[in-house]
Each structure stands twice: as C-alpha cells, then as structure tokens.
C-alpha cells in the first residue's frame, strides 16, 4: 500500500512539474502591420446622377493590421481602414465626377498551418464593415450628390505561402472578402438630393443582399521582408454593385498595391531563452 501511495505521489509531482513548463514557455504574439497606397482605374455608374459610365483614376491610402489572437493561436484577427477617392470622366472628357469613401473592417480568421505542400496556410472566418461616402456630379442641377452608406457582416478568408526571393523571406497571400449581408442608403428613383438635404429619409434605407447587392474585394500581394522592414507589392480589385429602386451603382477599380510594414512585439519577455512565435502570415523560421 505505502509503495502504491508513493508511486501516486510520485506521478502527481512529475504532472505538476510538466504543467508547470508548458505554462513557462513564452510565446510572442506579434502585431503585423502595413500601410499601403493603391493607384489604378476606375469605372463609376450611378444612375441617380447620369446614366453614363465614367472611368478615370483611383487612390487608396489603407492600414491593415493582424495579430494571433492570445490563447488562440489557430485564430486570428485584423483591422482593416481605408480611404479611396475616385476622379472619373466621360467618354467625352466634358464632365468629371467624385467619388469619395471610407470603410473600416474587422474580421477574425480560423487558421490552418502547414498544408501541402510545406509553408502554405489557409483562414477563414466571419467579419463586419462599414462604408461610407459620396459622388459628386458637378454638372447636375439638381441631383448633385448620390450619398453612400452600407454597414454590413460576411466572410473573409486567405490562402498564405512562404518561401524565399534571393535568401530573402517572401510570403505570398491572396485574400477574398465578400460582404453577405447588411443595410445600405439609396435614394429613390424621382427622389431630388434637395428633399434628402431637408431631412426626407422616408425610403432610402434597404435591407442588402445578393438579391440587390454584391460587394468583392480580392487583394494578392507579395511581402518581402528585409530585416524589420516588410515591402509589399500588390494587386487589388474591388466590385461595388447595388441595384434597387431603379437606380444602379456599379464600381470597379483595379489598382497597383505599394506598402510598407513591419512586425510589433508588443510585450517584454521574463525569460532570455527563445520564446515561440506564432504570426498569422509570417513564418518565424524563414
């Protein structure tokens, strides 16, 4: 019975002592974050202001930031901001249009490491955005400004491949966001700007779906960091459409991703050994 007991004792003591080293490893968790400028095309149509299709240019400034969440490390979240203005004109060259925007989106990502081949890692997972602007037709007399807003909730996902560029880590990503559902602002067909500057906002409010609404954003980028700094070059496309109350939006921009970022340790560590590190997108043993 005695040696039972200290066989017991023994075994809970080794436990203790093995839960007690798992808890000691320090993993560091960084903050990734990139500042990006997009310029490229842009097609606008709203037919509330003409029924033409006007192109011109489109600039982004945009500000991403994704960390491991802490106790979940197979999850991830991120931020995404940005601010786009659209200077598009006629086929005629006659007229120009504005066209100005924010959006904000926050997401969280379920992550899958190391499938094959080696490196390449897949999230996916819910998010939410807001957006909202305006476009500015200067050659109306009435209807001078077609108001913009959508807040809505849908998925997001990534597909993440590291490798190397001349002994230099290079991640490659391409990521799918698609709004599924939400609310936006559209003015009636015969509505003026004037009755919405006087605070008619009967009917102006819809419940937004695939049905009236489709919204993309697709984003491929390489990273390639040099040292503590990460230079990303890119491609992205994003498609706004929305078609209610006879009025239709259709805005497409295909657009140059330039950015610089870095990796944010944000907390000290208590130990001198090398703590693990988990990053959604980069691999630390690159």
Known sequence: MSRRIIIAVALLWLGALALRADDSIEVQRPLSIMFMTDVGHASVLDSYLTPITYDGVDLRLSFDAMRACGNHNNWARQLNVAVQYDNVENNV????????????RWGMMRRWDDVTPAHLRFMVGPMAQLRGGAIYNPANSNNVVSIKGHASVGVTGMAVYNTHLAHRPLTLSYQLTMPVLGVFISPEYDESFYEIYLRDYRNITYVGGWGNRF?????????????GTILRLGYRCCIERSWVSNIN???????LVIGVGAELFTRRLSSSSSPACVSPLYHSDL
Do not use: C, K, P, W
């Not at 390489?222 to 040292?227: E, I, P, S, T, V």
């Not at 939006?249 to 657009?255: L, N, Q, V």
């Open 93 to 104: 060259g006659n007229n120009t249009m504005h066209n100005l925007a924010a959006q904000a």
């Open 249 to 255: 939006t259709h805005i497409t921009t295909h657009s």
């Open 215 to 227: 919204d993309m954003e697709n984003l491929l980028a390489a990273d390639l960091r040099l040292g």
